[in-house]
């Protein structure tokens, strides 16, 4: 096979389920409470192997399995995981193994002859079923005590959890919670009222020798992305406050030299220039809404402003601002509450059409800068490798939080699950569309099964429990009992749970209508003189 360059029909496809089932094995021991390790060693075969315990960080370290064929499932199931994270930053596990138990008994019916279009519209009708039976189960949270519930899933430390349940109950589902590295070996949480962003005075010789943060109270603000060349373009804003006996200060992108020297000639008359937020591409969109949340009118190049021009209602105003070297902020700006509500709207709509982790956190940087508070972790830790395991599980803890906020929670441990596989089972269809419905409801099975199987307990007798008590109960495999998932706090975020039987199915689909493989030849490698 190795030597082969295509391969077609059901040949085909059992060599992609062979390439699944190995991405399935390398990923399904982290799922549940009593997940296990996998160790990947470094690209290269040298050097000491990372032992992980997130499906996607798994996945994305696997590069390729040996057979070419097979590694095509490999990258299949790969991609589903990866596409489950991107979206809601948990759930990889789950994905995997119902993904690999889906496609498996799909492509095994399809090799006995089964019509596949009838087989993906079967299972196509099942996932609306179960996603509705999901979202019949979903009650919403909003306290820190449940969100940390949801949290303990991924992240077993109840103090962490419990401080990252008070954080997004603070900033909320899209509010900015950012992981940071900590200085010591615990790890805490700190909240930042205001807007504060990475970008100092726009010069040192603006703070006073003795301090090294300078302090405006109830400042007039100037933003724009002009930058001061002379005296003559400050003149009509320090008249003003001048005039209004209050101190300015100007956002920039930077100053010239005659500018700097007025302000800093003025300094002691509560005089500040700082930088404007680092450009990266959005600049001009961060200081548009700086201005906003001040109420001010954001001066730009492009629509041929002059800050020689500038009017009393140009300005902004904050309860204070504050500067340091390399870092400014500004707390209880006086912009239009209504104008900055309908602003945060669009942006929270922008979100939730962003593909991927980059648009995401930019966004969500957007919507803390408009919500005026951030929390901010600072992740500790003995050594560096522990610390970058703690900031690895934290990241996936708060994915689950938010996506629990949102969208709310159903049981958990593979309970609200089997509840949906029940649902299916009540559909009346007939011939390949019926056995599709089946599939899914069996595969839905699958995450249960793993979890009891790292628990080290028989899989078919949680099973077949499973279809008597669920949703009333779930099962706890750290305690080896059924219980309450509401009291208990077992609880999974429907978001995730529906983002993945989505995405299962949408993968399945598409490999039982896969026919044939076709393999890149390898390289050829030039002789080495």
Known sequence: MRGQAVLAGNDARAALVRGLAAMAAAVAPTLGPTARTVAVAPIGGTGVPEVLDDAATIARRTIAIGDPFENMGAMLLRHVVWRVHEAVGDGGATAAVLARRLIEGAVNYVAAGGDPLALGRGIERASQTAIAALCSLA??????????????????????????????????????????????????????????????????????????????????????????????????????????????????????????????????RGLLAVKAPPSSGVQDRALDEIALLVGARFLRRAQGDRLRDLQPADLGTARQAWATRGMTGVIGGRGDRAAIRARLAEVRAELERAENDDARATLRDRIG????????????????????????????AIASGRAALREGVVPGGGGGLIFAARAIEQLDLAGDEAVGARLLARALEAPLRAIADNAGVENATIVYDAHRYSPDLVYDAVRREWVDPWGSGILDAFLVLRRVIETSVSSAVTTLLTETLVRSPAPSMAATP
Request: proline share 6%; hydrophobic share 45%.
């Open 369 to 396: 800068r408009l919500a005026g508070i951030a929390a901010i972790v600072r992740v500790g830790g003995r050594t560096t490798r522990e610390r970058d395991e703690r900031k690895l599980r934290i990241e996936t």
């Open 139 to 268: 009650r919403p949270i909003e306290f820190p005590r449940e969100i940390a519930a949801v949290i303990a899933g991924s992240l077993p430390d109840r103090a962490t959890a419990m401080l990252l349940g008070e954080a997004l109950e603070a900033v909320g589902a899209d509010g900015v919670l950012l992981v940071r590295d900590g200085r010591s070996a615990d790890t805490g949480c700190e909240f930042v009222e205001g807007i504060r962003w990475d970008a100092g005075c726009a010069s040192p010789y603006l703070l006073a020798d003795d301090r090294a943060t300078a302090t405006l109270d109830n400042p007039l603000v100037l933003v724009s992305d002009l930058t001061p060349a002379s005296a003559d373009d400050l003149v009509p804003a320090l008249d003003y406050a001048v005039e209004a006996k209050r101190p300015l200060l100007i956002i920039a992108p930077s100053l010239q030299e005659a500018a700097l020297a007025v302000l800093v000639a003025n300094r002691e």
